[in-house]
């Protein structure tokens, strides 16, 4: 007689991995809806001039972001000591791939993204949303988004600055001096760390 191997239980998917292809569609849906609309209302040939030009716009607003992130490194390079100020490129160059979609509700999108006020709403609903994935229970491997947010979140706290201090670690001596024993902290002398 042959055993028979169980098939091995696919992983669960998560929820944002369920929700976002229905997203996906909903939101094409409302796009397509809203062309016809506006098509309705101003005619065809406008409303593909208005595509036509959020694809101008949107390559408008992806090169400045690029170059105002390329003066910002050339800065930093001179001085790397200099507080960097936020550019805020990532939004920009979302904002313009949003302009360059075509379509009237990803251009309302992008508009968000590119005023202050509400590119300040976006930052923070980012900042709640990898809170909660870091703040999530899954194992690691269970979802891709919460391990690479992870991920970037300890390059982040290791790293701050890209810069590596070296030193050595130095343990305390057990007994009634060290560190472990009952009477306090180590207070005894240490030399220097040489290099």
């Known amino acids: 007689m042959s055993q028979q191997a169980t098939p091995a239980r696919p992983a669960r998917r998560g929820r944002l991995a369920r ?76 904002a313009g791939v949003l302009l360059m979609v075509p379509g009237f509700l990803s251009d309302l999108l992008a508009v968000t ?24 229970t899954s194992p690691v491997g269970a979802d891709r988004f919460a391990d690479a947010v992870r991920l970037q979140e300890q390059l982040r706290i290791h790293r701050p600055d890209g810069k590596v201090v070296q030193g050595e670690v130095v343990d305390p001596p057990a007994g009634p001096g060290g560190a472990s024993g009952p009477s306090g902290p180590d207070t005894g002398y240490r030399p220097p760390i040489t290099p």
């Open 113 to 136: 993204f590119l005023l202050p006020p509400t590119r300040a709403l976006w930052r923070a609903v980012g900042r709640r949303i990898s809170g909660s994935v870091l703040r999530s």
């Open 19 to 94: 929700t976002v292809p229905l997203l996906a569609v909903a939101w094409l849906v409302l796009e397509i809806w809203l062309l016809t609309v506006v098509a309705g209302w101003i005619g065809w040939f406008l409303t593909l001039l208005l595509l036509v030009g959020g694809v101008f716009l949107g390559g408008t607003v992806i090169k400045r972001a690029g170059a105002r992130a390329f003066r910002a490194a050339v800065e930093l390079s001179k001085d790397p000591q200099s507080a960097q100020p936020q550019t805020g490129t990532s939004m920009t160059v979302l």
